[in-house]
């Protein structure tokens, strides 16, 4: 903590440090209808992974149910799955992306 000097020599402690931000998971859910290269399209686009990353993520979520798109503050969480649930739609696919706290 740093110090600060307030009044009649009364010596006042101030926190520096910030708080950590609550984080989000942003998951994808398999479902047998959404084509798998539309998934590795929305990895790619709103989560900024490569070719390669994002087949294996979407690849993890056709073979285990679900998988873990990435880790965010609210705000960026709740963005990304309205991103995805928006194109999804928009596509006709039932593709289900949702955030949980971590
Ligand atoms: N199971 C889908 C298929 O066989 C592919 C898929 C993968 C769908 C991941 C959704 O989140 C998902 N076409």
Known sequence: ??????G???A????TRTRKPNLYR?????????PMEFVVH????????????ATQIMM????????ECGVFTYEVA??????VMDLARKHMHPLQCVMEKK
């Open 1 to 6: 903590a740093d110090g600060g000097r307030e």
């Open 8 to 10: 009649a020599g009364t």
């Open 12 to 15: 006042v402690l101030t926190r």
């Open 26 to 34: 942003v998951l994808l859910l398999n479902d047998d209808y959404t």
């Open 42 to 53: 929305v990895l790619e686009r709103f989560f900024q992974k490569d070719r390669a990353a």
């Open 60 to 67: 993890h979520v056709h073979q285990n149910g679900v998988g």
């Open 78 to 83: 709740e963005t990304k799955v309205t991103l």
